[in-house]
């Protein structure tokens, strides 16, 4: 019907300009296009959209949507050089066609991540790795006096108090690392495998650090008393903590160490090298992020168990979630147990029930925390037992010492382990990272 109206109105414009004789193509295109609504729309007011115009406005939106791609290439190059991420910054700006490669602004922008990556430097000297319990959002509820808050005080952190430290690091020039990025098993030309030490190149004046937290279980907790008791997605697939407020309801969000952390590197880019998030270990006897899961025991036993299927399931979302954003997810063994005291048959059993159920939901590992900081001997056949297992970074306990030897088949590397009885009786063994003092919760 529209269709109808325009040509009536473009054959009764027609006529009336027949009528009055005389009129230019000019005078005649522009009382036809007051008459059907396209004033100034198209060039010389045709009518309709000539050859040479489609082709003029086909070379136009070619032209924004180079400019567009080329602007996407540019702000993704650059979200890795804020990271000191030079090498696959310089490898974004690479991959484009060569109708965008001659810009100039790529070229500057190249140019710019080039002598970024060149004035990186090789670091020599410890690097540090400091370990996390549990963190407690509402300092109110966990502190309220029942039999559980001496326990809080003593064992846990809270989420202002990692806040601060991690702006205390930040402040004092650390960088975040990945503990893949100091050594790695390197195979030569005759096929043997060797853990080797790979060179750390950082910012002039940066230095790195490691951070992590300790046995994700949430089982130490009680619901209600201001602390998260599991891990969730969000509706982005976001990792949060969820945890139940005064008034009984559950929230998710910042709530503990790893959305904390994750927002702390959005916030400040540059504190994150090369895009290196922490690293969680977990064990399983007690369940995995908040959650049970089914143990081949009882698996077997109830096979069609939805309960625990469908557990199993979210652990194994959450950690695919947490692999992709960068995150490492370390052993902590099946019971979270003394090894150094255990029978090689209990060792062996320890190992194999976490890989077989936990480390089948969570993803293959090749990071060790030992609990308590209980280390096997090296050389042993556990150690052994271990390597041959995949796990070759194996990281102990030491208060105030930063330690790591490479052997010919590990990394070891001690941690030094936060919660709040160091940080009221042994506030020295930080005062490198940040001032305890400063930084203690007032409701402590």
């Given at each position: 019907?529209?269709?109808?109206?325009?040509?009536?109105?473009?054959?009764?414009?027609?006529?009336?300009?027949?009528?009055?004789g005389g009129c230019t193509r000019s005078q005649i295109n522009y009382q036809i296009a007051e008459a059907i609504g396209t004033d100034g729309k198209y060039e010389n007011n045709e009518p309709?959209?000539?050859?040479?115009?489609?082709?003029?406005?086909?070379?136009?939106?070619?032209?924004?949507?180079?400019?567009?791609?080329?602007?996407?290439?540019?702000?993704?190059?650059?979200?890795?050089?804020?990271?000191?991420?030079?090498?696959?910054?310089?490898?974004?700006?690479?991959?484009?066609?060569?109708?965008?490669?001659?810009?100039?602004?790529?070229?500057?922008?190249?140019?710019?991540?080039?002598?970024?990556?060149?004035?990186?430097?090789?670091?020599?000297?410890?690097?540090?790795?400091?370990?996390?319990?549990?963190?407690?959002?509402?300092?109110?509820?966990?502190?309220?006096?029942?039999?559980?808050?001496?326990?809080?005080?003593?064992?846990?952190?809270?989420?202002?108090?990692?806040?601060?430290?991690?702006?205390?690091?930040?402040?004092?020039?650390?960088?975040?690392?990945?503990?893949?990025?100091?050594?790695?098993?390197?195979?030569?030309?005759?096929?043997?495998?060797?853990?080797?030490?790979?060179?750390?190149?950082?910012?002039?004046?940066?230095?790195?650090?490691?951070?992590?937290?300790?046995?994700?279980?949430?089982?130490?907790?009680?619901?209600?008393?201001?602390?998260?008791?599991?891990?969730?997605?969000?509706?982005?697939?976001?990792?949060?903590?969820?945890?139940?407020?005064?008034?009984?309801?559950?929230?998710?969000?910042?709530?503990?160490?790893?959305?904390?952390?994750?927002?702390?590197i959005e916030e400040h880019p540059d504190f994150s090298f090369k895009g290196a998030r922490g690293i969680v270990s977990v064990s399983g006897s007690e369940g995995v992020f908040g959650y049970k899961i089914s143990s081949g025991?009882?698996?077997?036993?109830?096979?069609?168990?939805?309960?625990?299927?469908?557990?199993?399931?979210?652990?194994?979302?959450?950690?695919?979630?947490?692999?992709?954003?960068?995150?490492?997810?370390?052993?902590?063994?099946?019971?979270?147990?003394?090894?150094?005291?255990?029978?090689?048959?209990?060792?062996?059993?320890?190992?194999?029930?976490?890989?077989?159920?936990?480390?089948?939901?969570?993803?293959?590992?090749?990071?060790?925390?030992?609990?308590?900081?209980?280390?096997?001997?090296?050389?042993?056949?556990?150690?052994?037992?271990?390597?041959?297992?995949?796990?070759?970074?194996?990281?102990?306990?030491?208060?105030?010492?930063?330690?790591?030897?490479?052997?010919?088949?590990?990394?070891?590397?001690?941690?030094?382990?936060?919660?709040?009885?160091?940080?009221?009786?042994?506030?020295?063994?930080?005062?490198?990272?940040?001032?305890?003092?400063?930084?203690?919760?007032?409701?402590?």
């Amino acid at each position: 019907m529209k269709r109808k109206i325009r040509t009536a109105a473009i054959s009764m414009t027609l006529g009336m300009a027949m009528l009055l004789g005389g009129c230019t193509r000019s005078q005649i295109n522009y009382q036809i296009a007051e008459a059907i609504g396209t004033d100034g729309k198209y060039e010389n007011n045709e009518p309709v959209e000539t050859p040479l115009m489609a082709e003029q406005r086909k070379l136009l939106e070619e032209s924004e949507s180079e400019e567009a791609s080329l602007m996407e290439v540019l702000q993704e190059a650059e979200r890795y050089a804020k990271g000191y991420n030079f090498e696959d910054a310089i490898a974004v700006l690479d991959a484009v066609p060569d109708s965008m490669a001659r810009d100039a602004r790529l070229q500057e922008a190249k140019e710019r991540y080039e002598k970024g990556d060149s004035s990186l430097v090789n670091w020599t000297g410890d690097i540090p790795h400091l370990c996390f319990p549990t963190l407690i959002y509402d300092t109110m509820m966990a502190f309220d006096g029942d039999a559980k808050a001496a326990d809080y005080n003593t064992t846990l952190v809270t989420c202002d108090e990692f806040r601060d430290i991690l702006q205390s690091l930040y402040d004092k020039g650390y960088m975040l690392i990945d503990i893949h990025s100091i050594a790695a098993m390197v195979t030569d030309e005759r096929g043997t495998s060797s853990m080797e030490e790979l060179s750390l190149r950082l910012p002039e004046g940066k230095k790195p650090i490691v951070l992590s937290q300790d046995n994700l279980n949430y089982s130490t907790v009680k619901n209600g008393d201001g602390i998260a008791t599991k891990l969730v997605l969000d509706e982005e697939g976001e990792v949060k903590a969820q945890y139940t407020d005064s008034e009984g309801h559950d929230a998710a969000g910042d709530y503990d160490f790893i959305p904390i952390l994750d927002s702390f590197i959005e916030e400040h880019p540059d504190f994150s090298f090369k895009g290196a998030r922490g690293i969680v270990s977990v064990s399983g006897s007690e369940g995995v992020f908040g959650y049970k899961i089914s143990s081949g025991e009882d698996a077997s036993a109830q096979p069609s168990s939805s309960l625990s299927q469908g557990q199993d399931q979210t652990v194994k979302d959450i950690a695919d979630a947490l692999r992709a954003d960068g995150w490492s997810i370390a052993c902590a063994g099946w019971s979270h147990s003394y090894m150094n005291d255990m029978s090689m048959e209990t060792f062996s059993g320890e190992i194999d029930d976490w890989l077989r159920n936990v480390g089948s939901l969570t993803g293959p590992s090749d990071i060790l925390f030992y609990p308590y900081g209980a280390e096997v001997e090296y050389p042993g056949e556990k150690l052994d037992y271990l390597v041959n297992h995949g796990f070759c970074y194996l990281c102990g306990l030491w208060g105030d010492t930063d330690f790591r030897e490479l052997g010919d088949t590990y990394l070891r590397m001690t941690r030094r382990f936060i919660d709040g009885y160091t940080l009221i009786n042994a506030p020295g063994y930080f005062s490198q990272f940040f001032d305890a003092a400063a930084i203690r919760d007032d409701d402590r």
